[in-house]
């Protein structure tokens, strides 16, 4: 039972259980969620797991876009893991808070990460492409994109949840 002034739970609004991969040096479209409606006062959760193949000295980066905008703002899997040719597996979780004000746009995105079993708080980042919109998020994109094509980026099991 919620008491007064207790947030509101986190309800899913989006699930995609389709493995997603990418070979790209630049940013490709992995997993995406459209015709959402969610509010500017609302907290927005994208969780699910990721993989790294062996096949080259490489990391891997993943990223959101949020209507159209690409925040990349970057989970790098060195920092998490490392850039050694080997097969890698994790958990990422990014975090956009309530966007009314456009104050606080710069570095409103807080991405997580752990890979196998070893966890990284990687805290809240600024991005260089784009502002988090202020407006109904109606598009969120997933994006990955891998140091070498040698190296395969996944990601399965993504989840969109809403708070508010």
Sequence with gaps: MLGIGAP???SQEGADDTERTTTSGTFATLSTFSSMRIQNTATIRVVGNWRKTSGAAAIGDLALSLNGVSLE?????????SSTNQAETGTFEFVVPPRTSSTYQNGGLMR???NNGSSSLNGIAGHSSGN????TITDIIVQ???GNAAVTIAIQNVRV???G
Excluded: C, Y
């Design 132 to 135: 988090i919109p202020t407006a």
């Design 8 to 10: 509101a739970p986190f």
């Design 112 to 114: 997580r990460s752990s």
């Design 144 to 146: 990955g994109k891998t």
């Design 73 to 81: 703002t970057t989970i790098n899997i060195a920092t998490i893991a």
């Design 161 to 163: 949840f809403v708070e």
